[in-house]
């Protein structure tokens, strides 16, 4: 009889060992899906010729303080329509509002308007409403990615970058979009509907270059914009689809350890 239970309690233990093991194993095989997470590319219109932008400008300098840790990618693009209105905005590109026409065509609103937020290529909402973005980014991040990309810069010299990618997911109509962005700013503006005012900027877009793919891993090179320098400036690479206007991934790329703006680009 002792026998018996002996062999029983040895069978139970037995059992949940392997229970236990497999919980373990079913833990590991989530993990690659945690990896997976989604992402958050939120593009703001904006224009300091605009009185009503600074509160947008505002909330994206919260948000990035907030996400620092977090796979959230702020592009501040400042068109140039302002400019003829009283005020021309020394950050302003006929291609930045160029980039937002063409979202009128992708999302179909009826035209483009300051301040305006696009998230991940999909969705768009007046750029002031906090409410809206964080639901937005919220949900962003909780949807997973089959698109990822790295993106490294090789080296660097005062008027060019070579950059390194690779990627995974993707189709015929995807290109990579690098962004050179000035990290923060401000502008005493002297005339306009903010004149008099000192405005605060982040995460400043001073060049959008598109860069067309055609293999899993490849490498180009881009033009800086003046002033740039490696601490006060960064590169953020994201992955669009020229058909949809959807963006699938999107990373960041520091520049490497000791480099700095006067170092030689291969060739």
């Known amino acids: 009889m002792k026998t018996v239970k002996i062999f029983s309690l040895v069978a139970v233990l037995f059992a949940v060992a392997l229970a236990s093991a497999a919980f373990i194993n079913n833990r590991n095989i989530r993990k690659p899906i945690a990896d997976n997470k989604g992402f958050a590319v939120i593009e703001l219109f904006t224009s300091e010729g605009c009185s009503s932008c600074p509160p947008a400008d505002a909330l994206v300098a919260k948000i990035q303080q907030e996400s620092k840790d977090k796979p959230v990618y702020i592009l501040a693009y400042h068109v140039d329509y302002w400019d003829r209105l009283g005020w021309k905005d020394q950050f302003s590109s006929a291609d930045f509002s160029k980039r ?139 992955l669009q689809n020229r058909k949809s206007g959807a963006i699938t991934g999107a990373t960041k790329a520091t520049l490497p350890a000791g480099t700095n703006p006067t170092a030689a680009v291969k060739n």
């Open 100 to 238: 937002q026409y063409e979202y009128t065509t992708y999302l179909k609103t009826q035209g483009p308007y300051t301040p305006q937020i696009v998230v991940n290529g999909k969705t768009e909402f007046v750029g002031s409403q906090e409410g809206t973005l964080r639901d937005a980014i919220g949900k962003a991040l909780k949807k997973n990615s089959d698109t990822q990309i790295s993106l490294n810069v090789a080296a660097t010299n005062s008027k060019q970058a070579e950059l390194k990618y690779t990627l995974s997911g993707g189709d015929k109509n995807t290109v990579l979009e690098v962004a050179v962005v000035e990290k923060a700013a401000t502008s005493k503006v002297a005339s306009g509907e903010n004149g008099g005012r000192t405005l605060s900027h982040v995460q400043i877009v001073r060049s959008l270059q598109q860069v067309a793919l055609s293999d899993a891993a490849g490498s180009a090179t881009i033009s800086l914009p003046a002033g740039f320098d490696a601490k006060s400036w960064e590169i953020i690479g994201f």
